[in-house]
């Protein structure tokens, strides 16, 4: 594998109740999702992937479309859509808002897209105060890490590194038993979602005919979210979206059980804008930003471009041999397993990180457990062939490159390109002769040599260099006046 | 799937998932099994008026008729329990379908510890394809649909799954028969 931090591999490696923690998490979520999939209980699994995949194909396709469509709905309804090409257009967007509605603390549920756009990052240096709600999300936040796992945040750390942390953050007794620890964080995120003045959730889908942002959670988090602050922002990117509402009965038939075994997830919710004429509560503004961040450059190759398609399920990375060995911290971006090693190098550029698409055995089970078959093998295979081709145009060029930069070195410097020269035309005769190497090839020349009649041209570098000739020829002319 | 065979359904669903269904025959019949449930608790009820036709919004423990957000809220937050109804329910996965409305707020479900929906029978669909036939644009209907599969829960420390993390961690259901 080219340039792999392997030495952090064999840390996690070798980190034997880390591995237990991959391991046994990546076990259950394989067990729960099988039993939830199984013929006895989901005969249409097989037809609802294909359809899945269809949908998913139609609408990266006709994207153009569908996000007009998105737009002029959530408009429709209340809302208003804002479209950011980067991250940092996200967050000034966020913070002009923020300023002007003088607001100071944001809650968020957990989201991949902000995590990849490092919002919470940005928002805060400018002393806006965001909290993340999700539970495992919560913990990560207060520990200052990024996500473990796309479904599980936190899965990487104990009820004591729990316990620890929240006794140091928070100032409470250290307390071991999740429970408690469950409830400790409930108090304190209660007080946050009853002050907080902006909701900031992700999406797990964009409904086009209904302008709906829909989200997926088990705890509320989202639900209070989008229901307590007088403000609600929806970040998302733009292949989150679905052509119609009744297209979701086959999303959500497939996301909750490949991602936790779940038929369904406690909570799910269609939102469309802010709050409507006589509604007591909900939020009174709402925002859909729509982000690029490098998602239109995928949509270029028609192959490559069903990475868009992926609904975060987290199947590939708990069925993954590789990321069950090295876990989610080793990955370069907060996208990490098979569908990370596809998508960080679309979006970063193929010779960062080049290992990535090397980091697989190529069992395939990411594409058998994909709910809407994504080929992620065969993604893999062509981004390494892309890879290796980078770095052999990459070798050749930095070479060329380098000679040219000589050259031009050379002949900006008169002085030490004449002395060169000259130095160059008294040494060729002793020189050793360039040519061909091999004896038969020898005679083959020398044959061909006196057969023209000429001696070896080879002999001929010039003893003097055209260097010098404009001096000679224009002898008695001065360079000074020039042809009059 | 046979239709007279959602009520139960839709019970044992919900109870996989740790909720709790009654079943009763007409909507006078309603208060009466909620009365060891109520008892001693904070209740605020929605604005539904299917839970007038029960008789809930009479009871003394209940707070009803909110019109201002910030009461609603303080309320809310006070309460040990919040009474619903429920626009359908999905009896394949024992979930409870709520619209936002005038009569319905969304933190009744959301805030008190406990919360009770209401169904009338006829609200019973048999799944998720269902509810997406029968209603196939929500967002012409309201702002916010939710659908609700049991007691909030989490399983992010170690995998072990605790209930009633940030929404309600108890969940009740009483189908009306007759309604």
């Known amino acids: 594998m080219p340039d792999a931090p392997t030495q952090a591999f064999q840390q996690t490696i070798a980190d034997s109740r880390l591995q237990l923690a991959i391991y046994s998490a990546t076990r259950r979520l394989i067990d729960h999702r099988a039993s939830a999939v199984a013929q006895d209980r989901l005969p249409d699994y097989q037809n609802l992937r294909d359809h899945a995949n269809r949908i998913k194909k139609h609408t990266i396709e006709h994207l153009d479309y569908y996000l007009e469509q998105l737009e002029s709905n959530v408009v429709a309804h209340g809302g208003q859509v804002v479209f950011c090409r980067t991250g940092d257009e996200v967050a000034d967007f966020v913070l002009s808002l923020a300023k002007e509605r003088g607001a100071s603390l944001i809650v968020k549920s957990k989201s991949m897209t902000t995590e990849e756009v490092h919002f919470n990052e940005a928002i805060e240096r400018h002393h806006i105060e965001t909290v993340e709600t999700d539970l495992g999300e919560y913990i990560l936040q207060l520990a200052h890490q990024r996500p473990y796992h796309i479904v599980a945040p936190a899965l990487h750390l104990t009820r004591y590194d729990v316990g620890e942390l929240f006794s140091k953050t928070l100032g409470v007794p250290n307390e071991t038993v999740p429970e408690n620890q469950t409830k400790i964080a409930r108090a304190a995120l209660r007080e946050k979602f009853l002050h907080a003045d902006i909701g900031v959730t992700g999406a797990n889908f964009l409904v086009a005919d209904s302008g709906a942002v829909v989200l997926v959670e088990n705890e509320g988090n989202a639900r209070l979210t989008t229901s307590a602050p007088k403000i609600h922002i929806a970040v998302a990117g733009i292949e989150k979206l679905i052509p119609r509402a009744q297209d979701l009965a086959v999303f959500l038939n497939l996301l909750g059980r490949s991602a936790t075994g779940q038929p369904l997830t406690v909570y799910t919710s269609f939102l469309s804008g802010p709050r409507r004429e006589g509604e007591i509560d909900g939020p009174d503004e709402f925002y859909l930003v729509l982000l690029d961040n490098g998602r239109t450059k995928l949509l270029r190759d028609p192959e490559k471009r069903q990475s868009l398609y992926c609904i975060r399920c987290g199947a590939c990375l708990n069925h993954c041999p590789v990321y069950r060995k090295i876990g989610g911290h080793n990955y370069p971006w907060v996208y990490s397993g098979p569908i990370g090693a596809i998508i960080t190098p679309q979006f970063h550029g193929i010779t960062r990180d080049a290992w990535l698409p090397f980091a697989s055995s190529l069992c395939g089970a990411c594409a058998e457990v994909c709910p809407v078959k994504i080929e992620i093998p065969k993604l893999l295979l062509k981004l390494r062939s892309e890879v290796t081709s980078a770095k052999q145009r990459e070798g050749l060029g930095g070479l060329e490159r380098l000679g040219f930069r000589a050259w031009a070195w050379l002949m900006t410097h008169p002085r030490i390109y004449r002395s060169l020269a000259s130095l160059g035309s008294k040494l060729s005769p002793s020189l050793p002769k360039i040519g061909p190497a091999s004896a038969n090839c020898r005679a083959w020349h020398q044959k061909a040599s006196t057969n023209c009649g000429k001696k070896d041209r080879r002999d001929d570098i010039a003893r003097t260099n055209s260097r010098r000739y404009p001096n000679r020829i224009g002898a008695g002319r001065s360079p000074q006046t020039g042809p009059s | ?179």
């Open chain 2, 1 to 179: 799937m046979d239709r007279n065979l959602y009520t139960q359904l839709f019970g044992q669903n919900l109870e996989k998932l740790a909720g709790k269904s009654f079943v009763v025959q007409t909507p006078d019949q309603v208060a009466g099994c909620l009365v060891d449930l109520l008892s001693g608790k904070r209740a605020v009820a929605s604005n539904a008026p299917f839970l007038d036709d029960c008789g809930l919004t009479r009871l003394p423990e209940v707070r009803t008729g909110f019109r201002d957000r910030e009461e609603l809220r303080q309320a809310c937050i006070a309460a040990d329990i919040g009474i619903t109804s429920a626009d359908y329910a999905l009896a394949e996965t024992g979930t409870m379908v709520m619209l936002s409305s005038p009569q319905e707020a969304r933190l009744i479900s959301l805030l008190p510890p406990i919360h009770l929906a209401l169904i009338p029978r006829s609200r019973l669909l048999a799944n998720l394809d269902e509810l997406l036939a029968t209603i196939p644009k929500p967002a012409g209907q309201t702002s916010s649909m939710v659908l609700i599969t049991g007691p909030s829960r989490t399983a992010d420390i170690e995998q072990i799954l605790i209930r009633g993390v940030h929404g309600p961690g108890e969940v009740y259901a009483v189908i009306v028969e007759n309604a």
